[in-house]
């Protein structure tokens, strides 16, 4: 069954490895829903974050030959109940609408927005939050208006993860002990094998 | 790609020799510290061609051509090719030199063959001057984004100081764990500027890159336990026995738990084929046994290998009543294709030496009669009259048979791609490990004339063989200049049977015998081989084929024989696509 996944990279600074990741999914056809780049809670160290819906044994497979690249540390793959994740989305509308129709504002309110530039001719509105909240406000703003839309990649938190600094010391290490070198049939072999 | 550069201005003075120590900071150029790192790793075989972008190497390369030797090839797939040969009889890292823009991409097959076949390479390309990538320069490529897929890993130099550790890098990366194709581009003032070089220091870790996974002990308990219990064991092993030095090893296993073994096509010679234990060859044009008895196992023991579809034939058909164990040293090969039971992720030099120790010493008497039973059906009905032919005209494999009796199972024996390439691994008898070079995975025609030229380098005491159809050999007939300038002493044998025969076998079985372009006319190869200085000559009929063959293994350097075979002879047995191994046909 498919669904909605989060896939987090820990990888080091290196120019062409966006593609070398991305190439990964677009060679098996997987249309990737969001991905973002950012510095992660190590410096020098970069963190991939890329949504896909797919099934869990595609997550997984991908999962493999991401983490097979050199550069690549660690990639983990997540359900939405594993992370804590947001969206940012700015709206721009025509001031006048604004001012003229105070319904807007209380549907502002309701969806959490704000306002965060304020002109004669235009407003820009932000809200962060999941795709249905931003998608909300579009569905508000519409009827007023809407001139511009974007919206940013998700960033998540994986609820269960402890950071990648003990981690990151490790693969340092020549010999990185078992528990690090993780993998899931190495971690959950007694699903995996009985006898 | 040869071109007269015009940008380049260089002083004549600033020529540096080549530094003998580098314990002491000294000044030398880009160019000189790729070869000073060729030196520490061991390279002394260069495939390459010059060109704009890679002139300064080239001249660099001018002062080193006592310590490092260069093969001029006749094109940069070649030099690839020829490099992948070298790796493959050798064991060592191939290096290939090439220019950028076309010199670069003609390197493109080449990698995505070695990628697939796991060959460790390191391939240099010049490319323009750092200030004009992007603005379609002469010759300007964007190699590292054409060759990003189809390398282990790839690198732009731009900036001469980082050279010395990037091309450590690049030979770790090439030659460990799972070994495949690294590329190096050098912009053209990267080659060109000096800087303090403090010496060369070998790479043997990267905080990102864990080439040898450790291994845990339980997961070997539980392998060697389904062992002990199988009643109908099965052990199919690929390349990766081969490319982990295991041959030993992975004999004492089979031979300690009584266990029958079959290969896949680049598993081939890992294990003497006469070995008793050796029951054949798997996959799409395998023997009948292994294919059959794959969905009669009860434990079916994956070594090195990576379950390609034209070894599982159709998946959800494949081996399903079998505890499957898989051992390899890539995680993204275990679960891939084939769900294991147990997986034993590692390097098989130290796993199977564990499973050797926890598995009882057994025969399976009855379960070996099995595949001999399957073998003797197959003698009769594909293999008798393949190798014993009662018709005019010539077979593959009475060629092969011949071959090996006269060879005696020692020589290197290189393959192109079609059916001669499934008539010789399915006949070829091998003594020796590293001994049958094919191009696997990517299936890349034009292979064996330079990969030959790249093994005889590789191991110059061995005789190398190339076999080749007539639709294979002219997509690289210009490396029969490479073999004439380097006096290189190749064999090469054409089998002919004036067809792209594997495309026009597929047609008549499966299109209604409607043969659309697979007449290919072929030269006058004996000509064609004799303007090139290379002896030759053409064997038509079964009479003159044993002293054929006879005189090119005797004949002092590089020879080629062409055997006109039968047209439309078919490789039998044969697993059509999309169908399950145990629908395997004879005829």
Same mark, same amino acid.
């Given at each position: 069954?498919?669904?909605?996944?989060?896939?987090?990279?820990?990888?080091?600074?290196?120019?062409?490895?966006?593609?070398?990741?991305?190439?990964?999914?677009?060679?098996?056809?997987?249309?990737?829903?969001?991905?973002?780049?950012?510095?992660?809670?190590?410096?020098?160290?970069?963190?991939?974050?890329?949504?896909?819906?797919?099934?869990?044994?595609?997550?997984?497979?991908?999962?493999?030959?991401?983490?097979?690249?050199?550069?690549?540390?660690?990639?983990?793959?997540?359900?939405?109940?594993?992370?804590?994740?947001?969206?940012?989305?700015?709206?721009?509308?025509?001031?006048?609408?604004?001012?003229?129709?105070?319904?807007?504002?209380?549907?502002?309110?309701?969806?959490?927005?704000?306002?965060?530039?304020?002109?004669?001719?235009?407003?820009?509105?932000?809200?962060?939050?999941?795709?249905?909240?931003?998608?909300?406000?579009?569905?508000?703003?519409?009827?007023?208006?809407?001139?511009?839309?974007?919206?940013?990649?998700?960033?998540?938190?994986?609820?269960?993860?402890?950071?990648?600094?003990?981690?990151?010391?490790?693969?340092?290490?020549?010999?990185?002990?078992?528990?690090?070198?993780?993998?899931?049939?190495?971690?959950?072999?007694?699903?995996?094998?009985?006898? | 790609?040869?071109?007269?550069?015009?940008?380049?201005?260089?002083?004549?003075?600033?020529?540096?020799?080549?530094?003998?120590?580098?314990?002491?900071?000294?000044?030398?150029?880009?160019?000189?510290?790729?070869?000073?790192?060729?030196?520490?790793?061991?390279?002394?075989?260069?495939?390459?061609?010059?060109?704009?972008?890679?002139?300064?190497?080239?001249?660099?390369?001018?002062?080193?051509?006592?310590?490092?030797?260069?093969?001029?090839?006749?094109?940069?797939?070649?030099?690839?090719?020829?490099?992948?040969?070298?790796?493959?009889?050798?064991?060592?890292?191939?290096?290939?030199?090439?220019?950028?823009?076309?010199?670069?991409?003609?390197?493109?097959?080449?990698?995505?063959?070695?990628?697939?076949?796991?060959?460790?390479?390191?391939?240099?390309?010049?490319?323009?001057?750092?200030?004009?990538?992007?603005?379609?320069?002469?010759?300007?490529?964007?190699?590292?984004?054409?060759?990003?897929?189809?390398?282990?890993?790839?690198?732009?130099?731009?900036?001469?100081?980082?050279?010395?550790?990037?091309?450590?890098?690049?030979?770790?990366?090439?030659?460990?764990?799972?070994?495949?194709?690294?590329?190096?581009?050098?912009?053209?003032?990267?080659?060109?500027?000096?800087?303090?070089?403090?010496?060369?220091?070998?790479?043997?870790?990267?905080?990102?890159?864990?080439?040898?996974?450790?291994?845990?002990?339980?997961?070997?308990?539980?392998?060697?336990?389904?062992?002990?219990?199988?009643?109908?064991?099965?052990?199919?092993?690929?390349?990766?026995?081969?490319?982990?030095?295991?041959?030993?090893?992975?004999?004492?296993?089979?031979?300690?738990?009584?266990?029958?073994?079959?290969?896949?096509?680049?598993?081939?010679?890992?294990?003497?084929?006469?070995?008793?234990?050796?029951?054949? /060859?798997?996959?799409?044009?395998?023997?009948?046994?292994?294919?059959?008895?794959?969905?009669?196992?009860?434990?079916?023991?994956?070594?090195?290998?990576?379950?390609?579809?034209?070894?599982?034939?159709?998946?959800?058909?494949?081996?399903?009543?079998?505890?499957?164990?898989?051992?390899?040293?890539?995680?993204?090969?275990?679960?891939?294709?084939?769900?294991?039971?147990?997986?034993?992720?590692?390097?098989?030099?130290?796993?199977?030496? /564990?499973?050797?120790?926890?598995?009882?010493?057994?025969?399976?008497?009855?379960?070996?009669?099995?595949?001999?039973?399957?073998?003797?059906?197959?003698?009769?009905?594909?293999?008798?009259?393949?190798?014993?032919?009662?018709?005019?005209?010539?077979?593959?494999?009475?060629?092969?048979?011949?071959?090996?009796?006269?060879?005696?199972?020692?020589?290197?024996?290189?393959?192109?791609?079609?059916?001669?390439?499934?008539?010789?691994?399915?006949?070829?008898?091998?003594?020796?490990?590293?001994?049958?070079?094919?191009?696997?995975?990517?299936?890349?025609?034009?292979?064996?004339?330079?990969?030959?030229?790249?093994?005889?380098?590789?191991?110059?005491?061995?005789?190398?063989?190339?076999?080749?159809?007539?639709?294979?050999?002219?997509?690289?007939?210009?490396?029969?200049?490479?073999?004439?300038?380097?006096?290189?002493?190749?064999?090469?044998?054409?089998?002919?049977?004036?067809?792209?025969?594997?495309?026009?076998?597929?047609?008549?079985?499966?299109?209604?015998?409607?043969?659309?372009?697979?007449?290919?006319?072929?030269?006058?190869?004996?000509?064609?081989?004799?303007?090139?200085?290379?002896?030759?000559?053409?064997?038509?009929?079964?009479?003159?084929?044993?002293?054929?063959?006879?005189?090119?293994?005797?004949?002092?350097?590089?020879?080629?024989?062409?055997?006109?075979?039968?047209?439309?002879?078919?490789?039998?047995?044969?697993?059509?696509?999309?169908?399950?191994?145990?629908?395997?046909?004879?005829?």
């Amino acid at each position: 069954m498919k669904q909605e996944f989060t896939i987090t990279v820990y990888t080091e600074n290196q120019i062409g490895l966006l593609n070398r990741i991305a190439i990964i999914f677009s060679r098996r056809k997987i249309n990737i829903d969001s991905m973002n780049t950012s510095p992660s809670e190590i410096e020098g160290i970069h963190r991939f974050t890329i949504v896909i819906d797919e099934t869990e044994e595609v997550v997984r497979k991908v999962c493999r030959q991401i983490e097979k690249q050199v550069e690549v540390l660690k990639a983990y793959f997540n359900t939405n109940d594993e992370v804590v994740w947001q969206e940012m989305a700015l709206y721009k509308v025509s001031t006048d609408e604004i001012v003229e129709k105070v319904k807007v504002e209380r549907l502002l309110r309701e969806c959490g927005a704000r306002a965060i530039a304020i002109r004669k001719d235009f407003t820009v509105f932000e809200t962060t939050g999941h795709r249905e909240e931003t998608n909300k406000l579009i569905k508000a703003l519409e009827p007023f208006g809407l001139i511009e839309f974007v919206r940013s990649a998700r960033i998540a938190i994986i609820k269960e993860s402890h950071g990648f600094h003990a981690k990151l010391k490790e693969f340092e290490q020549k010999e990185p002990s078992e528990e690090v070198i993780e993998n899931e049939f190495l971690n959950q072999q007694e699903e995996v094998f009985s006898m | 790609m040869e071109t007269i550069d015009i940008i380049e201005k260089k002083d004549p003075q600033e020529k540096v020799t080549p530094v003998e120590k580098a314990t002491e900071t000294v000044s030398i150029t880009g160019s000189q510290a790729v070869l000073e790192a060729f030196i520490a790793e061991g390279v002394e075989t260069i495939f390459g061609y010059p060109g704009g972008a890679i002139m300064p190497i080239y001249d660099a390369l001018y002062d080193y051509h006592d310590k490092i030797k260069h093969i001029l090839v006749r094109h940069e797939q070649g030099g690839i090719h020829a490099g992948q040969g070298f790796a493959r009889a050798s064991g060592k890292t191939g290096v290939v030199f090439a220019t950028s823009g076309p010199g670069a991409t003609n390197l493109v097959t080449g990698l995505a063959d070695a990628m697939i076949d796991s060959t460790p390479l390191v391939c240099i390309t010049g490319q323009v001057y750092a200030h004009l990538l992007g603005t379609d320069a002469f010759q300007e490529v964007d190699v590292i984004n054409i060759t990003t897929p189809v390398t282990k890993w790839n690198y732009q130099v731009t900036d001469a100081t980082e050279i010395p550790s990037v091309l450590a890098k690049a030979f770790y990366i090439a030659g460990t764990g799972r070994p495949g194709p690294v590329l190096i581009d050098i912009t053209k003032n990267a080659q060109l500027q000096k800087f303090d070089y403090e010496g060369y220091i070998k790479c043997t870790h990267i905080r990102s890159y864990r080439p040898k996974p450790i291994v845990r002990k339980n997961y070997v308990e539980q392998a060697a336990k389904l062992i002990n219990e199988a009643k109908k064991p099965f052990v199919i092993f690929g390349q990766g026995i081969i490319l982990g030095n295991a041959e030993k090893e992975f004999k004492a296993f089979i031979e300690k738990g009584g266990l029958p073994a079959a290969w896949t096509i680049l598993g081939l010679s890992a294990l003497p084929t006469d070995h008793p234990q050796n029951v054949g /060859m798997l996959g799409m044009h395998g023997n009948y046994g292994p294919n059959v008895l794959t969905n009669e196992c009860d434990v079916l023991i994956a070594v090195g290998m990576r379950f390609d579809d034209r070894v599982t034939g159709r998946l959800d058909k494949y081996a399903k009543q079998a505890k499957v164990i898989h051992l390899d040293i890539d995680p993204a090969e275990i679960d891939k294709n084939v769900k294991s039971t147990v997986p034993v992720w590692g390097d098989c030099k130290e796993t199977l030496p /564990m499973l050797t120790q926890l598995i009882e010493a057994k025969q399976h008497p009855e379960w070996m009669a099995k595949f001999n039973e399957f073998t003797q059906k197959e003698i009769e009905v594909v293999i008798k009259n393949e190798l014993n032919p009662t018709t005019d005209e010539l077979t593959m494999g009475e060629v092969i048979k011949i071959l090996n009796e006269l060879t005696n199972g020692d020589a290197i024996i290189v393959t192109d791609v079609g059916q001669h390439q499934m008539v010789t691994c399915r006949y070829a008898k091998f003594n020796e490990t590293k001994s049958n070079i094919t191009s696997g995975g990517a299936g890349t025609m034009g292979f064996a004339l330079p990969a030959a030229i790249g093994a005889k380098f590789g191991a110059p005491d061995r005789t190398v063989v190339a076999i080749i159809g007539d639709g294979g050999v002219q997509m690289t007939i210009q490396e029969l200049g490479t073999i004439m300038q380097t006096s290189t002493d190749v064999k090469i044998l054409i089998l002919n049977n004036q067809f792209l025969g594997m495309v026009r076998q597929w047609q008549q079985l499966f299109h209604d015998k409607r043969y659309s372009f697979v007449d290919i006319e072929s030269p006058d190869y004996v000509q064609v081989a004799k303007g090139y200085r290379i002896d030759g000559q053409r064997v038509a009929e079964r009479a003159n084929l044993k002293e054929g063959l006879k005189t090119m293994l005797n004949h002092n350097g590089a020879y080629l024989l062409e055997v006109m075979v039968g047209k439309e002879n078919n490789v039998f047995p044969m697993v059509p696509q999309g169908c399950s191994v145990a629908e395997i046909r004879l005829s």
